[in-house]
């Protein structure tokens, strides 16, 4: 059972490349989600998905583009990459039980480094 | 709107003693309430969770949390730190009234660290 994978761990890239980080879980979860984690920060939300077909923006959305075309795929995709995007980035996925509360599963972090 | 407050960014305690993590949230009804740790290198991984009914959780290895809703906050406790306690510790609150598809708001999370 790998849970929620991430790939690459790392990447360093040039102001203005684009990108994209691979997410994928083997859970069969409906939600999944995107987080940047940056020092005193804590997790910031940048996109999220209740469902394949379905997306919506987090509370730091700018410069970042998502689909959910599976339900095991969320690949996050930087479009012109900005020294401000330097950060560790966490997919996470979770579903919905009878409590409400859902319990997300991280991967393991890609820590991405804009020259 | 949720939000999160982890007023200390770093917590030293001795092996052997209890320890207190601090949280308070603010919703504008009522809040699931969550743990959550990091290790070097690692992603997040689920401690326990508050939903109703007792104030008193029990989590994953050996630590519990307080709820108080006058207080508006959900501290982290341990009666006796180890060693391998020391990591990164996030709390996380989403309204009960926002719907399941409303992500958690993260606190800025405390750094443990436990002496021997």
């Known amino acids: 059972n790998a849970g929620v994978t991430q790939t690459p761990k790392f990447q360093v890239l040039k102001t203005g490349q684009s990108m994209t980080l691979q997410c994928a879980q083997d859970?069969?979860?409906?939600?999944m989600s995107w987080y940047r984690q940056d020092p005193g920060m804590g997790l910031r939300l940048i996109h999220y998905s209740v469902g394949a077909g379905i997306t919506d923006q987090g509370e730091v959305p700018n410069g970042y583009n998502v689909s959910r075309s599976t339900t095991e795929d969320f690949p996050l995709r930087l479009l012109s990459a900005a020294p401000s995007q330097t950060s560790v980035y966490f997919c996470?996925?979770?579903?919905?039980?009878?409590?409400?509360?859902?319990?997300?599963?991280f991967g393991a972090g890609s820590r991405l480094t804009v020259l | 709107a949720q939000s999160v407050a982890q007023p200390e960014d770093q917590v030293n305690v001795a092996e052997g003693n209890p320890l207190t993590v601090k949280c308070t949230y603010s919703?504008?009804?009522?809040?699931?309430l969550f743990w959550y740790v990091q290790y070097p290198n690692r992603g997040l991984q689920f401690l326990l969770k508050?939903?109703?009914?007792?104030?008193l959780v029990k989590g994953s290895y050996g630590f519990e949390a307080e709820f108080n809703k006058s207080q508006t906050s959900f501290h982290l406790k341990k009666p006796s730190a180890l060693v391998s306690d020391s990591a990164l510790y996030f709390c996380?609150?989403?309204?009960?009234?926002?719907?399941?598809?409303?992500?958690?708001?993260f606190g800025s999370g405390t750094q443990l660290t436990v002496l021997p």
């Open positions: 996470a996925s979770s579903y919905s039980d009878s409590s409400g509360a859902n319990v997300l599963t």
């Open positions: 508050y939903i109703t009914g007792d104030n």
């Open positions: 996380a609150v989403r309204d009960k009234s926002s719907g399941s598809a409303r992500q958690l708001t």
């Open positions: 859970m069969n979860h409906e939600y």
């Open positions: 919703v504008s009804g009522n809040p699931y």
